[in-house]
Nanobody, 124 residues
Framework: VQLQASGGGLVQTGGSLSLSCAAS????????MSWWRQAPGKEREFVASISWRGGKTFYTNSVKGRFIISRDNAKNTAYLQMSNLKSEDTAVYYCAAGPFYRDSEPVADEYDEWGQGTQVTVSS
C-alpha cells in the first residue's frame, strides 16, 4: 500500500489544521492507522492511533483534548484533526498502517507501511 499524507502548512498558535492520509494499492480495512511526528533534531514520536473499525483511539498525552484521529474506510483515508496548536506541535507528520491496534502507546516497528510526511509549522 502507498500512503499519501497531506494537509500540512503554516498556522498560528491556537489555530487548527486537518491532515489526511490517503491509501492506494489496497484497502486499509483490517489495518490500524496511526500518526507520528518528528521535530527537527528529535526522535520520531507517536501522536495517535485508531483501530481498523475506528471504534478505538489512543493519543499521546501532549495532544489529548486537542487532536482527533478518525478514518473513513470507504475512502481508504485516515485523518488527524488538530486544534489549539502550539509551537511544540511543529514537526513533519507521518501516517502509518499496521496489522494491530492496542490501547497503549505503540512503537514504530509495529507499523510497517509509512507515508512520506507533511510539514506542520506553528508560529507564535
Amino acid at each position: 500500500v502507498q500512503l499519501q499524507a497531506s494537509g500540512g502548512g503554516l498556522v498560528q498558535t491556537g489555530g487548527s489544521l486537518s491532515l489526511s492520509c490517503a491509501a492506494s494499492g489496497r484497502t486499509l480495512v483490517n489495518n490500524a492507522m496511526s500518526w507520528w511526528r518528528q521535530a527537527p533534531g528529535k526522535e520520531r514520536e507517536f501522536v495517535a492511533s485508531i483501530s481498523w473499525r475506528g471504534g478505538k483511539t489512543f493519543y499521546t498525552n501532549s495532544v489529548k483534548g486537542r487532536f482527533i484521529i478518525s478514518r473513513d474506510n470507504a475512502k481508504n483515508t485516515a485523518y488527524l484533526q488538530m486544534s489549539n496548536l502550539k509551537s511544540e506541535d511543529t514537526a513533519v507528520y507521518y501516517c502509518a498502517a499496521g496489522p494491530f491496534y492496542r490501547d497503549s502507546e505503540p512503537v514504530a516497528d509495529e507499523y510497517d507501511e509509512w507515508g512520506q510526511g507533511t510539514q506542520v509549522t506553528v508560529s507564535s
